[in-house]
Nanobody
Framework: QVQLIESGGGLVQAGGSLRLSCAAS????????INWHRQAPGTEREFVAS???????????YYGTSVKGRFTISRDTARDMVHLQMDNLQPEDTAVYYC?????WGQGTQVTVSS
């Protein structure tokens, strides 16, 4: 059974940092884009970041407008994981964060930022 497993969420004060990780169980990540989305209560799911393999060790990365300049997505090919480094977190970043690829979604990890 294929699963994506997120980890690294938690409670942090405004201005703080967290690092989320996503691992695949039952498969390895393909070369297609791996994405992070988030969803806060009462809102629609929002695109956060994406990383897509280009060639060799070259990847393309994309960010949502609200996180650009504060979040960094990266791929750890040795451990077959994807990370989302989140800096200067703000209360509006509070949400459940999901990784996904090829139609597979994880269960999400809660990020809560206090003011």
């Amino acid at each position: 059974q294929v699963q994506l497993i997120e980890s690294g969420g938690g409670l942090v004060q405004a201005g703080g940092s967290l690092r989320l990780s996503c691992a695949a169980s039952g498969r390895t990540f393909s070369k297609n884009a791996i994405n992070w989305h988030r969803q806060a209560p009462g809102t629609e799911r929002e695109f956060v970041a994406s990383i897509r393999w280009s060639s060799g060790n070259t990847y393309y990365v994309y960010y949502g407008t609200s996180v650009k300049g504060r979040f960094t997505i990266s791929r750890d090919t040795a451990r077959d994981m994807v990370h989302l480094q989140m800096d200067n977190l703000q209360p509006e970043d509070t949400a459940v964060y999901y990784c996904n690829q090829d139609g597979y979604w994880g269960q999400g990890t809660q990020v809560t930022v206090s003011s």
